[in-house]
Structures are given as structure tokens and as C-alpha cells.
């Protein structure tokens, strides 16, 4: 147990460490509803993004609404696309539009904040948002590939903010990673050792599977080309640049940092440890080789840690053939965690953690223990509404993992476009290739 309290001591110093000397903006000091007041009557929510992953965000808190009547209550919406925030109004009846997030920050109905923008604004808004006193769900990832010193930022101003924090891995709505990191922690493993997972899917989510909205559209008063881009490099105006922006490194990172914060969080949370020392990855465009394609499609990576563990996550878009561990999520495999004494994982049947101890003399015996619930995201936005309502910030997917996740797939996305190992520099808080 003298093992455990130092891993965890570890992680609280290297947090604080890699945000020490940062400079950050101005943080809301304020008071605000999402602040001080009860939140039990009515919780306003507004989105900042209204594309196809916040319609799915609307469809949970409806279902919150409606059938299990979670009081909240539908109250502004943003996007920088006109029609496609005033479609986003009607289904919703939200009596406030715009164009602008800071006008919907500026809104005090607004409790609460969903973040379902391309990844390069998100750091930006969820910042923002925290430091107008809102409780904040933000799509993964936190951050885009580019932006570490901006995830360095975010991480401060959600520690300063009274207010809850989710990133949206919504993995860690998995009740089996949850026993799995008691299970750690009340040592059944031994001192930790490795942490295995994957992702496998078929599908470039980009050219076929992001829709473009209208194909004649045109940067003016109805779309705001400048505010989509935001701080990316500044680029002629495209539909394909807009609407389908998960093909281009300006905004996204291909799988790494798109479907790798689902099965990397829980790992990095179970076994409890903090920053990487290195990183090494290796991947590309191995199979939708097309012209509007810049991010890769298969990519993998392996962490070292100074507690002495592994992590590593293979991965493809290419080919979702179903490996041994069996699915916890679309695409997602469930991983495996080794020990000194032993090993986790989860029954092909995904109804219980199994424990294999190592063969030796003093082996401890196999064990089994049935997993309390599967993911449901929809449980993840309640667990962030009952945060808000009851002034915690104990959120099951917090910005300090999401930092320690985030850290990881940006130091691979690095050593993966340079060729490189990428090194997080302890003193000097940085990521250096």
C-alpha cells in the first residue's frame, strides 16, 4: 500500500509541476447561478456546436428531460454555421441563438456548457466557459495535437474554478474500469507493470462519413470562415475545410487523438500514474489514400512512465476484425492490465473482471467479479448534472486525467510526424522531440 500512496503522491507533484509557471488569462472570480445558487429547480444548457456529435448530445439530455425528468431546461445554442444553428434552436425550442460563444457565456441562464466544436476550439471554449462560471462538457479531445501549452492553461483554470469538468471519453462511464482501479489500488495486481488496448474500426469518418451540410455554401454573414478556423493557419475558404474537418491536421489528428482518448483514459486512470517520460509511435495513411486526406488512419504508440510502467495502444481504421479481448465500445477492446502479481481483464461474454494471478508458489487464486454496469454516455452527462447540482467536481472523466491522457496522444502525434521520441521534460514542463 506504501507502493500506492507514492504513485499517487507522484501524480499530484507532476500535475502541479507541469503547470507551474504557466501563464494564464484573467480567471472568473465572479459570482454566477452555476456558482452559488441551487441547481435542483432548473439547470439551463447550451451548446457551442451544433454539428452531428452535439445532435447526439441533445438526444441524451432529452432523453434526461423528458423520460427521466432531470430538471433541465434547453437554453442556447452557438454555431458559426447560421443554418445549422437555427435547425439546432427549433428541435431544441431554445429561446437564445448565436453566433458568437461569448454571447452565450455572456447569458446567466447558462448553467452548464456542452463543447461539440472541431478539436482545435475546444481548449479555447471550455476555458472560456469555466472562467464565465459554467459546468463544462467537452468533447474529447480536450485540446488539438498542436495545442500543449494550451492544454497546460486549461488544466490550471479548471483546477481554479469551483465548477465541474467532463471530457467526453465516454468510456469512463464503463462501471468495469472503475472496479478495475479499486481493484489496483487495493493491490490485488502488485506493483503495476503494463497496460495493453485498442481500437479497431473500418471507415475514414472523414470523406464518407461527415456530411456536407450544402456544397454551395459561402463565408458571409451566415457563416463565419475567420471563427472557424480560429488560431489554425489561415486557408482559403472550403466546404470540405468545413464540413467534413476531420480529414486535415489543421483541426484534427486521425485516430490518435479522435478515438484513442476512449481507450487510453480509463487505462492511464486504472493504473494511476502521471506524466510519460517518452513516447514513440509509428503509423500513416495505410489505407483511404485520397486527396483530401492529411491525417492518418492507422496509428500506435507505447508510453513509458517514470513509476516504471508501459502503456500501449494499437490501432487502425482499416480493419475491425474482433482480436481476442472482447468490445467495450464501438471499435474499442477491452484492455488488459499486468501486474507484478497477476493480471485484469474482462470475460468474453463482457460480464466480469477476471483476475489471473501469476504460477508461482504463492500465487493469489484466480478471482472473477461481475462488472456493475457497461458505458452509457447518457450516465456520464448525469454524472456531471449531479456534480453541478450538489457543488462537487469528483466528475468520473475530471480535467486532471484529461490532461494526463491528452499529454500522452500529443507527445505521439508529435514523435509520430517527426520520426521521433518525444520526451516530457519534467523541469521544464514541456514536450521536446
Known sequence: ?????TRREFIKTSVAGALAGVAL?????????????????????GFIGCGGRAGSHMGMLEHLKNDEKVPIEFVAVCDIYRPRLEKAKARLRAPYAYMDHHELLANKAVDIVCIATPDHHHG???????????HVYCEKPITHWRQFELTKKLAEVATQSSCAFVCGAQAMSDGAWHQMKKLVQQGLIGQPLFGETSYFRVGDWGERGMHVDDPNAKPGSDLNWEAFLGDAPKREFSVDRLFRWRLFEDYAGGPVTDLYPHCLTPVIDILGVGFPEAVVAVGGIHRYNYELREVPDTFNLLAQYPEKVTISVLGTQANDFNTPQPHRGAGMRAPTIRGWDGALTIDHNNKEIIFTPLREKDAKPDQRFPIEHGENNTELWRNLIECAQQGRKDTWSPMDLAFRTQTVLQMAALAQRKGAVAHFDAQLKKIII
Not at 500500500?1 to 500512496?5: A, S, V
Not at 488569462?25 to 439551463?44: H, M, W
Open 25 to 45: 488569462p484573467q480567471v472568473f472570480t465572479g459570482t454566477t447561478r452555476a456558482q452559488g445558487a441551487n441547481l435542483n429547480s432548473r439547470i439551463g444548457v
Open 124 to 134: 479555447y471554449q471550455a476555458m472560456d466557459a469555466l472562467q464565465a462560471g459554467k
Open 1 to 5: 500500500m506504501e507502493q500506492l500512496k
